[in-house]
């Protein structure tokens, strides 16, 4: 009778085990190491048997096979670079980083190490003529103006003549005809880091040539504005805007400042680099060095958002033979000298 009874309940754990066991090569696999009894145990109390438990002396989850999750981000700690900190997949199970801490994580931030608004992918709002506007507030962002008057300058009724327009361009080409503006954009381009410029399209400000007047035209303020003319016409011609359009060949360029105070029709229609090929995205005159265009848009926006921006702005009116270039929110010093240009410390260009 015991004989019976011990025959019966071997078959009965011998039937048991046989339905425990769901994956036969693991199984096997863990006999090779380890007793039957071994492989049949929950070593670490986590409801994973001991040959199917990848991590079998650390508690953990059956969808990951027995592995703990620690930071509860869906990846296990094998898998998780960063298990003690949450993290997406794509990143490897780490947190993306966010080095200036503006809340516009790097991969997604044109400024990576600039604090600035989301709404400016990350990047700084930039105020180029220094008036405390911002430019995307001003309607004359390239000269300083009053916050009353949306950061122009009030109107001077005070008229210039031809005669005097003239000599104040006979004046500014006497001076700067020995700058090697060629020169000057060589040194200047080599600063551009195309990583933080993300976007397919890609805004080039070099129309500040067209902010005449902001409607003060031939005001006290308009030889200002013939100076800016005549300056960015001679820095951006058709040499230096192929070079740079080179530089971004997967870029559909829009070469007017990223602001919706611009006419950008208007502008557009006086654009005509040559030697870059040259489209239309809308109503907007665009440009591509190898001819591969946006076709289309989402944004109905006069700017179009995901887009990034290239600002340079030159002042060549304070110093003899020497260039301020600022270039976002970076600043470089350049003097000219026997048709050659090179970089100077910030000392050196006021001394």
Known sequence: MKIKASAVLFFVISCFHAQEITDKDAFEKCRKENSRRTCLSDKDNDGVMFYLDQCPNVQGLAEFKGCPDSDGDGIPDTDDHCFEVAGPLENKGCPWPDADGDGTIDKDDVCPTVNGPVENNGCPWTDMDGDGIWDKDDACP?????????????LIRHLYSAEELKKVEEDFLARTKNYNYHALADQIFKKIEKKYYKHKILYISVLNVFSAGCGMDRTDYSADNLVSRLKYKAFWDDRNFKKLANIFPEKTIIPVPRSPDFAYKYLSEHINFKGVPKSKLDDRTVFNAKGNF??????????????????????????????????????????????????????????
Do not use: H, R, W
């Open 294 to 351: 946006v076709k289309t848009v989402k944004s109905k926006e006069v700017v179009i958002l995901e887009s990034d921006l290239i600002q340079i702005s030159l002042n060549m009116e304070e110093k003899n033979n020497k260039a301020e270039v600022l270039m976002g929110d970076l600043i470089y010093y350049f003097e000219f000298k026997n048709a050659e240009v090179k970089e100077i410390s910030k000392s050196d260009y006021y001394n």
């Open 142 to 154: 390239t000269v300083a103006g009053k916050v009353e008057l949306n950061g122009c300058l009030p």
